[in-house]
């Protein structure tokens, strides 16, 4: 088992590795929302003197970073269905949840190389100023946040057929997560509707988690962070678990 979670962690990272244009190109969105939402809104945003915008901004988009590699990981899983490498391994003497594992494993590994590049890109324009303990703090979150979402992208790719499809499906999913996570805005004064949104959104406490941890303002407890976005983990995984199980070969 420890062999096949070992080779497909491999294999998901020697096709990242292989991929330059893939890199450059999953580098290119954070930055550019960076760059121009924080340019664009920076003068308007009033929140505490001593945080500007950029600052505010930066865990949100390495949240969104950490949040479109983990779910489009789910994309390879029907990527390699489609070109008949999923049915080899499914019919292989090997247990269906090492075969996961393994595949969640290695998304979650390529997805915080993303993030930690884009932390030392943050950390080299003064937008955080993290700790040691801080930085350990930020690599858990990372960790827990690619992991819940990397098993929600294979639980839905397990109920699909069509790459297209499932696209359609990840991007109507996924935007509402992003926008409603206090990435882009403090949590501060919303109406409502909108503050039960973004309290119900696992992502919320991994972000303001992460702006704790980089030294930003955040709105929780950093435990209660923690806790939440864990048990959101553990339930994702476990019913990504069971769907990758009954997925047909």
Do not use: C
């Amino acid at each position: 088992m420890n062999s096949a979670v070992y080779t497909l962690w491999l294999r998901e990272m020697k096709k990242f590795i292989r991929n330059r244009s893939r890199i450059i190109g999953s580098m290119a969105l954070p930055i550019l929302f960076l760059v121009v939402l924080g340019s664009g809104f920076g003068g308007f945003f009033q929140y505490r003197q001593d945080v500007t915008y950029m600052q505010f901004l930066g865990p949100g988009i390495l949240g969104m970073t950490l949040l479109f590699s983990a779910m489009f990981g789910g994309l390879s899983v029907l990527w390699d269905r489609q070109f008949g490498f999923l049915k080899e391994i499914l019919v292989a003497p090997v247990s269906r949840v090492a075969i996961m594992a393994g595949k969640t494993l290695g998304t979650v590994t390529t997805s915080m190389i993303k993030g930690v590049i884009l932390i030392v890109a943050l950390g080299m324009g003064g937008l955080v100023k993290p700790d040691p303990l801080g930085l350990l703090l930020t690599l858990a979150f990372m960790f827990v946040i690619s992991a819940a979402f990397v098993a929600l992208g294979i639980a839905t790719a397990a109920l699909m057929t069509d790459p297209h499809g499932f696209q359609l499906i990840m991007n109507f999913l996924v935007m509402p997560v992003f926008f409603l996570s206090g990435a882009l805005f403090p949590l501060e004064g919303l109406p409502g509707w909108l503050d039960l949104l973004t309290k119900i959104n696992p992502l919320t406490y991994g972000i303001d988690g992460m702006r704790y941890a980089l030294g930003g303002p955040y709105e929780f407890s950093p435990l209660l962070d923690f806790v939440i976005l864990t048990f959101f983990a553990v339930s994702a995984t476990l019913s990504g678990a069971i769907l990758f199980q009954r997925m047909p070969a």
